[in-house]
T-cell receptor, first 114, second 112 residues
Framework: ETGVTQTPRHLVMGMTNKKSLKCEQHLGHNAMYWYKQSAKKPLELMFV???????ENNSVPSRFSPECPNSSHLFLHLHTLQPEDSALYLC?????????????FGSGTQLSVL | EDQVTQSPEALRLQEGESSSLNCSYT??????LFWYRQDPGKGPEFLFTLYSAGEEKEKERLKATLTKKESFLHITAPKPEDSATYLCAVRTTETGANNLFFGTGTRLTVIP
């Protein structure tokens, strides 16, 4: 399998649930990102990992918890979310953070919080 | 404040009807401007990088141009398969990975 793969594609959760989003990249990249995409809003950077180390946390609420066990895998753990957290969550990778303009995106997880 | 604005928000074209999408930006220092295409239910796909005013890039029916204040994505004789949302992003000279700013996109529909 090539590119960036995200699972699940769709997720519906209640406000008290705990769930995780998974991202895997097969491109040999060292940098991985989580973005949030809401309707009629620009893509919003959430977290950046470079060589497994978190380098950016864009003031994201603690109910979103990222994990990067290695350069190929990235997780986003979710708990006690709010309805306004409903959005498309995109994972992306790039060779390094210095080359972050040419991002390779996964297809995203469409999250609905009830 | 760094800002990227795309217009129009939505555009409907007849097949073969050429047009342009606009991306205007106000940033403290431009390091590059990028165009992405996003199909429904998918993540954005990289199209072009432009680094300096006067630069142009082409790919099939798409041509991207850059000035000091804006970029245009020209679509010549579009086909229905060109229907997608086109995103513009600007990278500033700020250090770190939090230096890439996206616009809200133009949703293009090409009618057969």
């Amino acid at each position: 399998e090539t590119g960036v793969t995200q699972t699940p594609r769709h997720l519906v959760m209640g406000m008290t649930n705990k769930k995780s989003l998974k991202c895997e990249q097969h491109l040999g990249h060292n940098a991985m990102y989580w973005y949030k995409q809401s309707a009629k809003k620009p893509l919003e950077l959430m977290f950046v990992y470079n060589f497994k180390e978190q380098t950016e946390n864009n003031s994201v609420p603690s109910r979103f918890s990222p994990e990067c066990p290695n350069s190929s895998h990235l997780f986003l753990h979710l708990h006690t979310l709010q309805p306004e957290d409903s959005a498309l969550y995109l994972c992306a990778s790039s060779p390094g953070t210095a080359t972050n303009e040419k991002l390779f995106f996964g297809s995203g997880t469409q999250l609905s919080v009830l | 404040e760094d800002q990227v604005t795309q217009s129009p928000e939505a555009l409907r074209l007849q097949e073969g009807e050429s047009s342009s999408l606009n991306c205007s930006y106000t940033v403290s220092g431009l390091r590059g401007l990028f165009w992405y295409r996003q199909d429904p239910g998918k993540g954005p796909e990289f199209l072009f990088t432009l680094y300096s005013a006067g630069e142009e890039k082409e790919k099939e029916r798409l041509k991207a141009t850059l000035t000091k204040k804006e970029s245009f994505l020209h679509i010549t004789a579009p086909k229905p398969e060109d229907s997608a949302t086109y995103l513009c992003a600007v990278r500033t000279t700020e250090t770190g990975a939090n230096n890439l700013f996206f616009g809200t996109g133009t949703r293009l529909t090409v009618i057969p």
